[in-house]
């Protein structure tokens, strides 16, 4: 039904006094996005032209992320948090422009699918004027009750304006409700606050919908899909079903992962196909990896790129800026920042490359540090292709090597260096002879000396 209208308008004001936080609930994140922004993304998906979102006043942070993540949306202030009705209205300069379908979802049930979504306006197609998101809670409590009667959805009761016996309904309100988008202004305006809580319950509207004849119906969704965050238990409950969805979409795609459970993903994470991942490998936003990657075990990647055929780890640290061209080799405990490691070249052992180009083809000895900071600013190395940097040498930046040099093992490097020269930056060999066996009889003697 892509051919309707769609003006979907997502609740996000409040701090979410469980919480116990000075960041607005909407703004704690799952796999590295705000849980706004998860609704968003599905929204996006679902073919949203444009999309408002309610948010608190002097939410600025806020403001900005749903900007950056979803350009078509708008921002509307609830001044005051009188009821999910009343936010509702706080966008009511988006629906005075007509659309076929407007949906009221939450920014704090983040899990809710594109596919959902289309099932509600799916119902809204044929001829609902009010669809309703229900699902069976294994634990009712503190939810909206869905009334209904001979399969008719009649009224929404919420938990303290309930009776006993319509507390023993497990029938649930999801949170997100479909209008048509003909009544769906005036229904919202037809709210009272007459209630347990003195508020102006969206849920409301369905009753008022049948009261005018109108049509109303209920959809239904997995209770995982629709749980909602209050609390900091809440938050990781969404984490662990969204790793778990990351998980199987890698896998599905041509990922294999040989301890899924240890993996974790980022909403952003991009892999190739015939990737291999190891155990307790960790992606921190903004990660593409090619093809036929390997990563092994324990590794941690941000704002990173991997080209095809490399193969990182275990214990690899790339951090935002590492760009690795393909065939590359990075080994245990390196930690790339800000560097281009050029074609086929190796980093393979206990190394820090930070604000360098590495050309292709070279190999960075155990132990090789490039000196990028001078507790002021940060300076770049450069080495061309086909160098060879020998074990634990120190590249004092801003500094450029050629190419196919040779830096010898131990060297402090703190000048440029030209294409095919060797290097030598450190103290020449010197040897005693005997001075060792000297030392240790004289060393002996005074330690017997002092004992007698
Ligand atoms: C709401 C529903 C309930 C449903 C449950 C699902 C109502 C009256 N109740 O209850 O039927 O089972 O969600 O989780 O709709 N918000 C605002 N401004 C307000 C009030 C709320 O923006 O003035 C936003 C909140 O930030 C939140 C959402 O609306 O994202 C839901 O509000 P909340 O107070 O958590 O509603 P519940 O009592 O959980
Ligand atoms: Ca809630």
Known sequence: MTSRSFLPIVLGAGLGTRMRSDVPKVMHEIGNLPLVGHVLKALQAAGA?????VIGPDMPELER???????????????????????????????????????????DTPLVTEATISRVRDGLAAGADVAVLGFEAKNPFGYGRLLTCDGRLMAIREEKDATDEERKVTLCNSGIMGFNGKVALELMQAVGNANAKGEFYLTDAVEIANERGLTVKAVSAEEEEVQGVNTRAQ??????????????????????????ETVYFSHDTELGVDVVVEPNVVFGP???????????????????RVGSGTSMGPYARLRPGAELMEDTHIGNFVEIKKAVVGRGAKVNHLSYIGDADIGAGSNVGAGTITCNYDGFGKHRTVIGDGSFIGSNATLVAPITLGKGVYVAAGSTVTEDVSDDALVLGRARQSEKPKRAAELRARFKAAKNAAKS
Do not use: W
Not at 289 to 304: P, Q
């Open 49 to 53: 032209d444009r999309i408002a979102v």
């Open 235 to 260: 938050l990781a409950a969404c984490e662990a079903v969204f790793q778990k969805r990351a998980r199987l979409a890698a896998m599905e795609a041509g990922v294999t992962l040989h301890a899924p």
């Open 286 to 304: 903004d990660v593409k990896v090619a093809t036929e990657v390997r990563i092994r075990a324990f590794s941690h990647l941000e704002g990173a």
């Open 65 to 107: 992320a749903v900007a950056r993540i979803s350009p078509n949306a708008s921002c509307y202030v609830q001044t005051e948090r009188l009821g999910t009705a009343h936010a509702a209205l706080a966008a009511e300069p988006a629906l005075q422009q007509a659309s076929d379908d407007v949906l009221v979802l939450f920014g």
